[in-house]
């Protein structure tokens, strides 16, 4: 991903994440201190589980490339969990893509706890708040 020959991405897709995981403990393990703003870990209502997989938005190439040289290839401290994560470029590039692509869905999303979590630094934002700010509606027009 990171060659001479690629162009470095900033919105990451990690995959192989369990499915018990929860975005709480991907927080723990990826504070928002690696320099990104977004993280979803998507989840399935009718599997009561996340879907193994999540999206990163990093702020820079530079914390982009960082993550990937930690995390590409390694398996997540999590019990039960043994399969290496495999970290790509997402095919969605850019934060407000990447908001308006979440809010697609967004009126399905029952819990709080499975919103994308945003950050402005290290300061946790409210992904209602954001939503709210830009006019969009929790619920399908």
Not at 98 to 125: C, D, M, W
Request: charged letters at 15%; glycine letters at 6%.
């Amino acid at each position: 991903m990171w060659g001479s020959s690629h162009q470095p991405y900033r919105r990451d897709l990690i995959r192989f994440i369990p499915p018990k995981a929860s975005q709480e403990d991907l927080l723990a393990l990826w504070p928002p201190t690696w320099g990104y703003n977004f993280l979803h870990l998507p989840y399935s209502s009718k599997q009561r589980c996340s879907v193994g997989y999540a999206f990163i938005n990093f702020v820079s190439n530079e914390a982009a490339r960082l993550f990937y040289s930690r995390w590409e290839g390694h398996v997540l401290p999590l019990k039960g969990h043994s399969r290496p994560l495999s970290v790509q470029a997402a095919q969605v590039q850019g934060v407000l893509q990447i908001l308006y692509l979440e809010t697609q869905g967004i009126s399905q999303v029952k819990n709080h706890r499975h919103l994308p979590v945003l950050f402005a630094g290290v300061e946790r934002i409210s992904f209602k708040a954001v939503l709210k700010v830009a006019g969009v509606s929790r619920t399908r027009q």
